[in-house]
């Protein structure tokens, strides 16, 4: 289950971002602002820009805290016309290091994105796992006619 | 609201002398304080309207009294109007431009600062129309201007510390509600996981800060139709959220959090 490690792919009006930082909390809001930006220019709705953007602010602080030190943080964004989606990951600190999902960050994750998942795999080089998680949303909110209070029909898988 | 108040009744002909006065009398002085001593109710009940959004009360009290001042010296009776439609948009104008001005927290264009004004104005109205949040390219048709501005607007509302011009006054609204769509927040929220003691960090929260997060991640509301309950705009929520969640984040034990 390994990434595309180059850009090759600008094929289907593909646009790829790719954001390199040291995995530190401190440059998460220079990858949110991409994520933002990149959402705005791709005109979302607001709504969906600023949730682009807490989701990639929540993905990327809960991976910084599994991390290993002096590791990187590599954010990929994939733009599509109604659609962008992001694969945030970083080194694991420990081997069997994952993003649990029954936290409240998931919950605000899993709000806030249309689709999320953990995604593991392995990082070239040294051949250390990576801990990642992908995210994907949609240009808009889907019209849906639900107005508060409605309880969500799918359980939070707890 | 008229010269017939009772309150202020007595100031209107005082009103009328202090317009007729010659800018040199030496009368001028002493009647101007005598109004602005009547009127200066008028600016307090202002002030605290725009109060609680981060702006110390002193503080809008004094600007709302320039504004009064301001008010009463280019008040002109003999225009037909009275003195408070006069009054109060003037002072409440003064109490704007100060958060114009200060509620920057980085230094903001006074183009991108109006600009930012004219999207949440045109975002309420769009919301409404369309029923979701508008899209930047629907927000730049409305205003007559490059989608690349409006772009340049979003970016600066993110500059933005405390609140928004436009949604200010529209405080008190809603709050009726907010209990019923908490309640029903508040039944999703005993699903979550109770090891993450999230309850008690919530109750933490402001009020609206915490009403806020309930609706957006136990209510499976929108931010735009948060708004609309709220009574504030939707970049005004986007930026309570944001806020609020990263002080969730620093208040959640980190090992609960990934596990």
């Known amino acids: 289950m390994s990434e595309p490690r180059h850009l090759d792919e600008t094929l289907d009006g593909v646009s790829t971002v790719e954001v390199r930082t040291s995995a530190s909390a401190a440059l998460i809001p220079t990858i949110r602002a991409v994520a933002s930006d990149l959402a705005a220019r791709a005109d979302f709705d607001l709504d969906a820009i600023s949730d682009l953007r807490m989701a990639v602010d929540e993905a990327c602080a809960t991976l910084v805290d599994v991390a290993a030190p002096r590791s990187v943080l590599q954010c990929t964004f994939q733009v599509r016309p109604e659609r962008i989606q992001v694969l945030a990951e970083v080194q694991a600190a420990q081997p069997d290091a994952t993003v649990s999902t029954d936290t409240f960050g998931w919950r605000v994750l899993k709000t806030l994105a249309d689709e999320v998942e953990v995604h593991h795999g392995t990082a070239g080089e040294d051949g250390r796992g990576t801990v990642g998680i992908r995210l994907d949303k949609r240009a808009g909110v889907l019209t849906q006619s639900t107005s508060f209070p409605v309880p969500r029909p799918n359980g939070e898988g707890r | ?259």
């Not at chain 2, 009647?31 to 002193?58: C, K, M, W, Y």
């Not at chain 2, 439609?85 to 100060?98: C, K, L």
């Not at chain 2, 090891?195 to 008690?200: D, E, H, I, K, V």
């Open chain 2, 1 to 259: 609201m008229t010269g017939a108040d009772p309150e202020y009744g007595h100031l209107v002909p005082l009103l009328e002398q202090y317009a007729a006065l010659d800018p040199d009398d030496p009368r001028r002085e002493a009647l101007r304080d005598r109004l602005v001593t009547g009127f200066l109710p008028i600016a307090q009940h202002i002030a605290r309207r725009f109060s609680n959004r981060g702006e110390p009360l002193d503080d809008l009290v004094q600007v709302a009294t320039v504004g009064l001042i301001n008010a009463i010296d280019r008040f002109a009776p003999d225009r037909g109007s009275d003195f408070f439609s006069f009054a109060v948009p003037t002072i409440s104008g003064e109490v704007r431009r100060h958060f114009r001005d200060l509620g920057w927290s980085m230094r903001v264009p006074r183009r991108l600062k109006d600009l930012h004004v004219s999207i949440n104005a045109v975002v309420a109205d769009l919301s409404q129309t369309l029923g979701r949040a508008p899209k930047p390219s629907e927000i730049a048709e409305r205003l007559g201007v490059p989608v690349a501005e409006v772009l340049e607007g979003l970016e600066a509302s993110e500059a933005y510390r405390s609140s928004s011009l436009d949604e200010m006054l529209s405080s008190e609204k809603g709050s009726a509600t907010l209990g019923e769509l908490v309640g029903a927040a508040d039944a999703e929220l005993d699903r979550v996981d109770h090891r993450q003691a999230l309850r008690p960090v919530l109750a933490e929260l402001a009020p609206r800060e915490r009403t806020i997060v309930l609706l957006r991640f136990f209510g499976n509301m929108t931010q735009t139709q948060i708004a609309e309950e709220v009574g504030i705009s939707q970049m005004h929520v986007s930026r309570l959220l944001s806020q609020t969640l990263d002080r969730l984040r620093t208040r959640l034990d980190p090992e609960t959090r990934a596990g």
